[in-house]
């Protein structure tokens, strides 16, 4: 083969890679659109708001065990707030880390989301890898009955999702997960920019709060940075999930 035809076909392999990435993220988008326009969307709608809670906990828990700290129970409620129970790390800078890491939890999940989906088989074994890491917090960390059958149900759909579907499904369902945790960024970003929070646990602190007391400063800069770091992720995950060439440099190739 010739080096002409070769670059034809990985052109033309990467224009059809777009083109699925770019379906996978319409049909997501549509059925999103979807569900907040049918009667009762709101029922369909919760179990999906209840995953930013999953990952702004999970955020915290991960950035407690990167820093040296424990990850030791997790609780997620009916009224969609969550607490992730940690111990450490020494040293302020680390603690804000752990802090930040429930805020910008999200939005790094749904920008991996992305960047990885852009391939069926990869996204299939995303998909997977996130069903049984679901799997392993209910096993380790999840501490309530709520928080077990939600959690252990999400996961237990997308291990069979990643085992059972096809490869184009198995990508869209991914994709589907990222817009979720895209939307709830700014749908739940006045959390961003107050002093505490109300959960069933009772009022707190809020992340921001947090960084503040360890770091100086107000709770509305440091939300700020969580939220413009947020963006800069997904905007970043969206353009690798959705990069590519398309009819201009195939055709380029054509005429060579």
Partial sequence: MSSAARAFARAHDHAQVTRRAR?????????????????????LIYPLLLLSTLAHELGHGLAALATGGT??????????SGMAVHTGPEGHALQAVVAAGGLIGPAVVAGLCFALARRERVARVVLGL??????????LVVENPFGFWYIGGVGVLLVALAARARAAVAQTALVFLAVQLALSVFSRADYLFTA??????????????????????????????CGLFSV??????????????????LASLRRR
């Fill in 232 to 249: 800069l992720v997904l905007v970043l995950g969206l353009w690798l999930f959705t990069r590519g060439s398309s009819r201009v440099d």
């Fill in 23 to 43: 379906g996978a993220l319409f049909a997501s988008a549509a059925i999103t659109l979807l569900l907040y326009a049918v009667p009762f969307g709101g029922l």
């Fill in 71 to 80: 990850f030791e129970a997790f609780y997620l409620w009916p009224d969609g």
């Fill in 130 to 139: 996130l069903g049984l890491g679901f799997l392993l917090a209910v096993a």
């Fill in 196 to 225: 505490s929070a109300q959960t069933s646990a009772g009022v707190m602190p809020s992340d921001s709060a947090h960084i503040a007391a360890a770091l100086g400063g107000s709770y509305m800069l440091w939300g700020a940075v």
